[in-house]
């Protein structure tokens, strides 16, 4: 059965559970958005931000300017798709456990789910934590759900956010994204961490390629299934992934591939491919099947390597979709992030006490170099702030641009998604 037909079902019985459970829980539902609100992770915030202020406040002195890199890192590689688009789908839905035809990722749906929260949480409790650090009012914390795309929110009042100066109002739309990112570096660290373990241990050999996905409206649908280990293509062994890729080398759309697993021989007519339709396409994500060696299954079993197996996939999801929402996020368009980025430093009023402050923050930040360095860099900084002080931006201005930009970007990101994954979705009905 479709994945998608699960989800619908799920989103079927949420949705009318909501309907009939709103007047005892607190849940509001406005159009496709369904929101249930609770107080219990108010104190918990609270105790986070009061543990070491000054540290957050560190961390987002030096998130910020790693916010506006990022951003323009992501506003370059979103122009940039636009000229690959034609040759390969650039964007691609992170539903856990749904394998769109042409999409370039597909995200399990067990681990999936879970990295997916740790995104959610950790994006929303940075915003939190770094609005109360500010002294900025929560007025409300919850789970959200998106048609079926779940979500949380914390939802700072806004009032009390536009009295704060410019600094402190990019601390806190900057914390969600840098939250992200500092996540995906800790699961980087620790799924470095269970490999190199894993290698050095020598717990596991290779004995074949295991389908994690079978894509629908593919050549392989019907015939191959999620879980069988490939070890034979084509009368060639397949004992790892270079086995695996020697022997799939040559084949031309239309070719008859035979395909060994433990079920039996199967064989598979193949078709183009959806990102490139001179290449053949069989419409399987595999990845190396491993065993436990028997040395290591003599002394720890065999739960702990499962154990370091389920780990080091669920901190490598963590990693790639920490990274991916965290650096989306700072598109410069609201209601983004990068939006509400963008529009603040566009209306960033640098006065004589600011450019102070900003100077002695710099100055702590850079004094680790030799002088002549420290010198040369301070110079740049006071130029910028030169620049940034005599070229203010009026205000209307600047939400003109702000409202154009955003247009702009959510047209791109469309024309993306309709041209590289709505084709996808269609086959899949």
Known sequence: MNVLWYYLIGF??????????KDKFNITIDGIVLMLKTD????????????????????MNIGIPVGIFFMIIMVVSLILSLQLMFETPTVSLILPG??????PLYIPFGTGLIALATVLVIHEGGHGIIARVEGVSIKSVGLLLMVIIPGAFVEPDEDEIQKLNTISKLRIYSAGPV???????????????????IASEGVYTTDGMEIVSVVPAS????????????TGVNNHAVHD???????????????VVSIKTESGTHDIKTSSNPNNASLAY???RANQHVVVTDSFASKYGTFIPWLLSELRELFNLMFLLNFAVGTFNLLPMKPLDGGLIFEELLKADITLNRRVEFNSTFNKFTKIFPMKIRCFLSRRFNSILNFLSNHKI?????????????TIFIFILVVLIVYGMLPGIIKMF
């Open 219 to 230: 050549p392989a649908e019907g015939i191959l299934t999620q879980g069988s280990v490939i």
């Open 282 to 284: 069989i419409g399987i």
């Open 241 to 255: 992934y270079n086995s695996y890729i020697d022997s799939m080398k040559g084949l031309k759309v239309g070719d």
């Open 12 to 21: 079927i019985i949420v949705w009318v559970l909501a309907f009939l459970l």
């Open 179 to 197: 939250f992200n990112i500092m996540l995906c570096i800790i699961s980087l660290v620790l799924a470095m961490l269970i490999g190199g373990f």
């Open 98 to 103: 749904v394998d769109i035809p042409g999409s």
């Open 394 to 406: 009026p205000e209307k201005l600047a939400d003109n641009i702000v409202r154009y930009t955003s």
């Open 40 to 59: 219990k992770l108010y104190n918990l915030i609270d105790r986070i931000a009061n543990l070491c202020p000054r540290v957050w406040t560190f961390i």
